[in-house]
Nanobody
Framework: QVQLVESGGGLVQPGGSLRLSCAAS????????MGWFRQGPGKERQWVAT????????YYADSVKDRFTISRDNTKNTVYLQMNSLRPEDPAVYYC?????????????????WGQGTQVTVSS
């Protein structure tokens, strides 16, 4: 059973930056891809970005493209989300997720394991 633990959320001013981390705790790590999602109050969970574990290929939602960067550290089984130029529409609970097998990794149903989420607040 993979356990995903997010960290790095917090309060930031508009235009500011945060870096989220998600560490996978498992004896034998196996993943095709990892992704980040976010969910605001009263909203559906929204896909943010995905990275394939082996090749590091990245994919982004249009709403975060050119502002957010997903990356991974294979040696630490950790995925990151660098968020720059944060906007008032970005606040949400951010979740990381893992997909084991090759295939589409762009909607919540595509992923097998989830973290508990970390809160991001953007306010002046």
């Amino acid at each position: 059973q993979v356990q995903l633990v997010e960290s790095g959320g917090g309060l930031v001013q508009p235009g500011g930056s945060l870096r989220l981390s998600c560490a996978a705790s498992v004896r034998t790590f196996s993943a095709y891809a990892m992704g980040w999602f976010r969910q605001g109050p009263g909203k559906e969970r929204q896909w943010v970005a995905t990275i394939t574990w082996r090749r590091g290929t990245t994919y982004y939602a249009d709403s975060v493209k050119d502002r957010f960067t997903i990356s991974r550290d294979n040696t630490k089984n950790t995925v990151y989300l660098q968020m720059n130029s944060l906007r008032p529409e970005d606040p949400a609970v951010y979740y990381c997720a893992l997909r084991v097998l090759a295939g589409r990794a762009a909607v919540a149903a595509d992923f097998d394991s989830w973290g508990q989420g970390t809160q991001v607040t953007v306010s002046s």
